[in-house]
């Protein structure tokens, strides 16, 4: 049986690589993907514990946290082409429309 | 008579001033006249009804009425509360009196002015504040009426007060009062201190018990006295009064001749007890009174405005009053008071109405001849003249000669020079009195028709407006007349019926004061008698009869010889008057410039003030301290907010990674800081 701490080290490095990857990049698209990738560090973390308290709690909590990446995805995709056909560009710095 | 009744005299005017002050422009203007006439009237009722029932036999010597406590704060408590006694009752009477007849002859003579119901509003608030302050029966109570008048005659001197000079003749009123109430506070609060309590009675049969004189009586009685120079336009704070003429000419007869300004007499009267206690105190009264009434009469007799003339008479004649209360003769000062109530008011009316046959004209270089065209002013005015000349038997006479007598066989040898001083003023008052009475009404007319710009103020423009469009068909009096060249013209009935019944009273109102030795019984004394009994000293020393006809002779001869000059150099020949200031041009230039006082005053106090306003309080304290704190408080905001208005970036990866080190700095404090902190 894999020891539970691999499962949280990993999912600690998907997180942080999500988090460098929000703030470094500057594509809509990618910040998108780096949210997802946050999402589903903190997805396995949920599925982990699960498995080992064998509670099905925090498999359904899963399940709820994909049907919201499901709806955001849809939302925010829909922005991101909105956006990229208004503008020309998905760099977020040069999205600011409402500055100033 | 229910002395409930008392609440109602000062209560009516106030609501008078309330009905006109809210809704008068809204009312058509008789109504806002007779709502100003019956609420000014019903207490002259009340206050006859109150003479009757004192007057009669068995009757208390002093009626009084409190409300449930006013101010009660531990030991020390105020009630509003009204005494009369004989003396109330005289200024009562006074003060309604004149102050109806007033309002009446104002009807008119305001007909055709703006701010109409304002004006009677404010006439009215004066008549609520002067009657409480002549019926309270403490300190505290008699100073709410001493401020109030104060304001109505504040705002009622600026009345006009889109015209500077008016607006600041009754800042200067109002300022140079406060000096006086300053005193009037500080000696409230050594009362307070030293017997706790502000109730006539009482703090008076405290000191009527004590056989100490001078010291802390002294020292109140002085501030007192500060107090009343001020109100009653004494030396050294006697510059107001001249100014205070800016105001429409009844409240220059109301209030700065016949009522606000004998307040002081009234109160120093009321605090007799207190004076008779503090020689010294008296003395300074009387020092005070008599230079006052010299130094008024001289500027008095070179001015050329008519109002100008008669508001340095007032300030001269209340000297008189000052001294008749200096020397302790009470009672004196009182009639003096009421007599000069009489004509002084009389005076200012008729003046009013010259003004008003002239449209506005007051430089008396300007009138003459005017005796014929009219004759009601003009033998109105004639007994106001002789009645304020001491003239026998005008009411002036009795009334000033009284005064002359008991300052003369008062045992004080000071007294003597007093006397001397009274008399020559006497002889000035004839003088100048009879000058504006020849210039005014004798010689050739001087007067013409000026363009409205020449005119000295509002009132004047209006009236010249009007009578362009109704020429001397105003009244009866115009009618009967030759139609004249330019529209002089006697003023309406309702503007002379007050002029005739003022002159009865000039005429006649001395005559409850005949002394003995003229045959009569001095009835005026008796009267007051019962509240001046308590006096410490009798000062009415007995003379002879002889001296006291012999002083009479004197003063009659001193206002014989003054009528002679003025008729020599204004009747007589006209020129000589002026040939005469030209040979004394410095003294001429003197009096002319009323001794420089206004100037004198300005150099050594306003001016050094100012300076020190300029630079301490504006410069250092507002500009430094005040200033320097806003500035520095708004200073250190916007430097702060320059320093953190960097984190509102507006980029949201900045606030993303914020957000990331927050959450990871709370877990590093969860993992590793859990053990060093607290819970």
């Known amino acids: 049986m894999v020891p539970i701490a691999y499962y949280l080290i990993l999912a600690a490095i998907l997180f942080s690589i999500g988090i460098a990857a929000f703030l470094i990049k500057r594509n809509v698209i990618t910040i998108f993907m780096s949210i997802e990738l946050m999402l589903n560090a903190v997805n396995l973390t949920f599925v982990a514990f699960s498995h080992m308290w064998h509670q099905v709690n925090g498999q359904i909590f899963v399940f709820f946290v994909m049907v919201v990446a499901a709806a955001e995805a849809a939302v925010g995709l829909a922005i991101i082409i909105a956006l990229f056909r208004m503008r020309q560009t998905l760099d977020v710095d040069q999205i600011n429309l409402l500055k100033n | ?679």
């Open chain 2, 1 to 679: 008579m229910n002395p409930q009744l008392l609440w109602l005299i000062p209560i009516l005017p106030f609501a008078g001033f309330l009905i006109n002050g809210i809704l008068g422009r809204k009312l058509p203007r008789a109504l806002v006249a007779s709502i100003a006439l019956l609420f000014t009237a019903a207490p002259a009722l009340i206050v006859a009804q109150l003479w009757l029932y004192m007057k009669s036999a068995g009757a208390p010597l002093s009626l009084s009425v409190s409300s449930v406590p006013w101010i009660a704060v531990s030991g020390f408590h105020v009630d509003f509360a009204f005494t009369v006694d004989h003396l109330t009752l005289i200024m009562l009477g006074v003060v309604t009196c004149v102050g109806f007849l007033i309002h009446l002859y104002s009807v008119s003579y305001m007909a055709h002015e703006d701010g109409y119901s304002r004006f009677f509003a404010y006439l009215n608030l004066f008549m609520f504040f002067m009657l409480v302050l002549v019926l309270a029966s403490s300190f505290l109570l008699l100073f709410i009426g001493w401020e109030g008048v104060g304001l109505a005659s504040y705002l009622l001197i600026g009345f006009y007060f889109t015209k500077d000079s008016a607006a600041n003749a009754g800042k200067k009123a109002f300022i140079v009062n406060r000096i006086g109430d300053f005193g009037f506070l500080i000696a409230m609060f050594l009362l307070v201190a030293h017997y706790g309590t502000l109730d006539f009675n009482t703090i008076f049969a405290s000191i009527s018990a004590s056989p100490l004189t001078g010291g802390f009586f002294t020292a109140v009685a002085l501030l007192l006295v500060l107090g009343a120079t001020g109100k009653s336009a004494q030396i050294p704070l006697y510059i107001w009064l001249p100014d205070a003429m800016e105001g429409p000419t009844p409240v220059s007869a109301l209030i700065h001749a016949a009522t606000m300004v004998t307040a002081g007499i009234y109160m120093v009267a009321r605090c007799h007890v207190l004076f008779d206690h503090s020689p010294v105190a008296l003395t300074v009264v009387a020092i005070i009174g008599a230079a006052t009434a010299l130094l008024a009469a001289t500027i008095g007799m070179v001015q050329h405005d008519i109002k100008r003339v008669l508001a340095y008479s007032t300030v001269s004649q209340l000297g008189y009053m000052f001294l008749a209360c200096g020397i302790g003769a009470y009672s004196a000062g009182i009639f003096h008071l009421m007599t000069h109530a009489f004509f002084k008011g009389l005076l200012f009316l008729a003046a009013g109405s010259v003004i008003h046959a002239l449209s506005g004209e007051q430089d008396m270089r300007r009138m003459g001849g005017l005796w014929e065209k009219i004759p009601i002013t003009f033998w109105t005015m004639t007994a106001a003249v002789f009645a304020i000349c001491g003239i026998f038997p005008f009411s002036g006479f009795f009334s000033k000669d009284e005064i002359l007598y008991q300052t003369f066989i008062s045992p004080n040898p000071l007294h003597l020079l007093l006397w001397f001083v009274g008399l020559v003023t006497a002889g000035l008052t004839s003088f100048y009195m009879f000058r504006l009475w020849f210039k005014t009404f004798f010689g050739e007319s001087r007067f013409e028709q000026h363009g409205s710009s020449h005119f000295p103020d509002l009132h004047a423009a209006h009236l010249a407006a009007v009578h362009a469009s109704k020429t001397s068909t105003l009244t009866l009096e115009a009618d009967l007349e030759p139609a004249p060249a330019h529209s002089v013209h006697e003023s309406p009935w309702i503007m002379t019926l007050p002029l005739i019944i003022l002159a009865i009273l000039s005429l006649i109102g001395g005559w409850v004061g005949i002394p003995a030795a003229l045959g009569g019984h001095n009835e005026f004394e008796h009267f007051l008698a019962p509240v001046f009994s308590a006096a410490a000293e009798p000062v009415v020393a007995t003379a002879s009869h002889a001296v006291e006809l012999t002083l009479a002779a004197v003063s009659l001869l001193t206002a014989a010889l003054g009528f002679f000059v003025a008729y020599l150099f204004y009747y007589r020949k006209p020129g000589s008057a002026a040939a005469l200031a030209k040979k004394f041009a410095p003294i001429y230039s003197l009096l002319d410039h009323k001794y420089w006082v206004d100037e004198i005053y300005g150099r050594m106090i306003i001016a050094p003030l100012l300076m020190f306003s300029r630079i301490f309080l504006n410069g250092f304290v507002d500009g430094g301290i005040v200033q320097g704190t806003s500035t520095g408080l708004a200073v250190s905001t916007r430097g702060s907010g320059w320093l953190v208005r960097r984190i509102q970036s507006g980029n949201i990866r900045s606030y993303a990674g914020w957000l990331a080190i927050g959450a990871a700095a709370v877990i590093a404090i969860v993992l590793f800081g859990h053990h060093t902190l607290p819970h």
